[in-house]
């Protein structure tokens, strides 16, 4: 079984409609991350979560939210979906025994229209 | 602010030739480095990191990587391409202080031609 599994692995949606992303773990890691992978840009941080009090902003942050319900789950919101979200979203973990290595899900491809 | 510059969005090989991945990065202090390899429709996988001690490390699939301080770099090489290499690969960096976060490169797709 999967370490880091993220629900949906697709997504289409529409202009303006509120959408989430699951990202749930089962490695016992306590830091968590939201990336967004766009063609020829990489990987860009959304938020990032040391652990189930500690959440803050990444370099991408505006039109996201967070909620990390429980150490092995996070979640990420966009409230008010616009196409340029159009995008590869991934989920990881890390911990701080393993010097900063992320480990990641699959990955959820969203289509905003 | 740390970056990271990986010269070539895409690289293509011959099956059998050598691989050469260039990554070079800016940081004040010493940093972790690391490859992840994402094949067609997954996520990132680690390939190999750099922490401390020796600056040649190796990685999976026959893959690994030198840092070098004084040019800043951390090129990932392989000896012989395999067309199961044909992936993209991302260079990334984190300095060695309490911020555990990855500063991404753009990624070079490597394709190997047969």
């Known amino acids: 079984d999967a370490d880091v599994t993220q629900t949906p692995r697709n997504r289409i949606t529409k202009t303006g409609k509120r959408i989430m992303l699951e990202c749930s773990q089962t490695k016992g890691h306590d830091r968590m991350y939201w990336y967004r992978q766009d063609p020829g840009l990489g990987l860009r941080l959304i938020y990032y979560s040391f652990d189930v009090k500690d959440i803050n902003k990444g370099e991408i942050s505006d039109g996201y939210s967070v909620s990390r319900q429980a150490q092995a789950k996070f979640s990420l919101s966009l409230e008010s979906a616009i196409p340029n979200q159009t995008a590869l979203y991934f989920c990881a973990t890390s911990v701080d025994s393993q010097l900063k290595t992320q480990y990641f899900g699959p990955g959820t491809r969203l289509l905003v229209l | 602010a740390q970056s990271v510059t990986q010269l070539g969005s895409h690289v293509s090989v011959s099956e059998g030739a050598l691989v050469l991945l260039r990554c070079n990065y800016s940081s004040s202090v010493p940093p972790y480095l690391f490859w992840y390899v994402q094949y067609p429709n997954q996520g990132l996988q680690l390939l190999l990191k750099?922490?401390?001690?020796?600056?040649l490390v190796k990685g999976i699939n026959g893959f690994e990587a030198e840092f070098k301080k004084s040019e800043t770099s951390f090129h990932l090489t392989k000896p012989s391409a395999h067309m199961s290499d044909a992936a993209e690969y991302f260079c990334?960096?984190?300095?060695?202080?309490?911020?555990?976060?990855?500063?991404f490169g753009k990624g070079t797709l490597l394709t190997v031609n047969p």
């Open positions: 750099y922490t401390t001690g020796a600056t």
């Open positions: 990334a960096v984190s300095d060695q202080g309490s911020n555990y976060k990855l500063t």
